[in-house]
């Protein structure tokens, strides 16, 4: 009877220990799942999205959150330009308005485009991510957190190095202006007896006091000293924003950027930032307007790709320029300001008034007469600044 009593005892512990494990077995709660509490979701300034590049505001970006369909804990950020020129009424014309969503620059110099693959930490209703991805040659270090209501993206980029890399150069004393223009239509001074090219007139221009007592090249060194080119793709300038200033400011970040390799430089501009520090500075709205309007045009097809530029290093000389398909572009679209009667009778009022302009005085009406004519056959323009170390 004993032997019998421990022999059932013994049977059910064992029956009692194989049923627990197919139990544990069957758990479904032992792999915990990860539910991303964000569906794919487009941020903008308007909508939420908070983003930086070196510690600096960003505007005109868009960042796409987009959860992995089979992984809660993972998502990719797709970050790119956006530029809503129904934002800005009057800077363009109903029919440019019409295309309300036009290509613009990435937040990365010369990528359009840029995704990130991110792990994320999920809380709640919100998530957060960091890391460090190495893309092009570029080192990208991320950190941020979303939630339906926004997206804070922070990121810190290392560009690969050029020539250029965090070097600052100092605008030339001298010659602070790079200027070439030649044509095969000379500018008819006195008709039948004095012709003159109109790079020798432009640059004579450039060595007479237009500006008060002070001549263009000399104004110019006055309010702009130096420009740093960042390993971070940033290009910032140091500046005055007044003559009589004491200090040197400096522009802000992710307003200019570039990219460098082999006396090629791509200059990319953000017109967001750019149009927010004009009102920030007080610029009437014509003068904003006038500004932004004839050169929205050409700035636009430069947007994605940057404006081409060329730069020639010659010990501690630097030259920057546009050279002539791109610059005659440029001078294209402003040739009407000059064209304007209004803006003529100004410049031939500040000319009358200034004794030491006598010799330009014949040569102004001429000039903007054979402008069109001028354009028309030019065979070489660069157009630019001089630096040193």
Not at 20 to 49: K, N
Request: hydrophobic fraction near 40%; charged fraction near 15%; include cysteine.
């Amino acid at each position: 009877m004993k032997k019998r009593l421990l022999f059932c005892l013994m049977a059910g512990l064992a029956c009692g220990g194989f049923f627990t494990s197919c139990s544990d077995d069957d758990d479904p709660t032992t792999d915990e799942v990860v539910i991303c509490p964000i569906a794919q979701t487009t941020y903008t300034d308007a909508s939420g999205l908070v983003l930086t590049y070196s510690g600096q505001p960003v505007l005109g970006k868009q960042v796409v959150f987009t959860p992995d369909a089979n992984d809660g804990s993972k998502a990719t950020l797709t970050i790119s330009g956006v530029l809503d020129l129904s934002s800005f009424t009057g800077l363009m014309n109903s029919r440019e308005n019409a295309s309300a969503t036009l290509a613009a620059p990435g937040v990365i110099p010369g990528q359009t485009t840029t995704n990130l693959t991110v792990d994320l930490t999920v809380s709640g209703d919100e998530v957060s991510f960091e890391g460090t991805t190495d893309q092009d040659g570029c080192t990208i270090a991320y950190e941020g957190s979303a939630s339906e209501g926004g997206l804070t993206l922070n990121l810190n980029v290392t560009m690969p190095a050029n020539d250029l890399t965090g070097a600052t150069w100092t605008i030339s004393g001298e010659a602070p202006i790079h200027f070439v223009w030649e044509s095969d239509k000379q500018i008819s001074i006195v008709p039948g007896m004095l012709d003159m090219p109109i790079g020798d007139i432009i640059n004579l221009a450039l060595s007479f006091p237009l500006l008060g007592e002070q001549t263009v090249n000399g104004a110019l060194t006055q309010v702009f000293h130096s420009v740093t080119f960042g390993t971070d793709g940033n290009i910032t300038a140091e500046y005055k924003k007044n003559m009589t200033d004491a200090e040197w400011a400096t522009s802000p970040l992710n307003v200019a950027q570039y990219t460098a390799n082999s006396g090629s430089l791509r200059l990319f501009l953000n017109p967001s930032m750019i149009i927010a520090n004009i009102q920030n500075a007080g610029l009437s709205r014509s003068t904003t307007t006038d500004i932004v309007t004839n050169l929205m045009p050409v700035l636009l097809q430069y947007l994605a790709t940057g404006i081409p530029m060329t730069y020639v290093q010659e010990g501690t000389n630097l030259s920057v320029y546009l050279e002539t398909e791109t610059a005659l572009q440029f001078v294209e679209a402003l040739a009407p300001i000059f064209q304007d009667e209004a803006f003529v009778a100004q410049i031939m009022q500040m000319i009358a008034s200034n004794p030491s302009l006598g010799q330009l005085s014949n040569m102004i009406t001429p000039v903007l007469q054979q402008l069109p004519e001028v354009i028309a056959a030019t065979t070489n323009m660069e157009v630019g600044v001089n630096f040193q170390k």
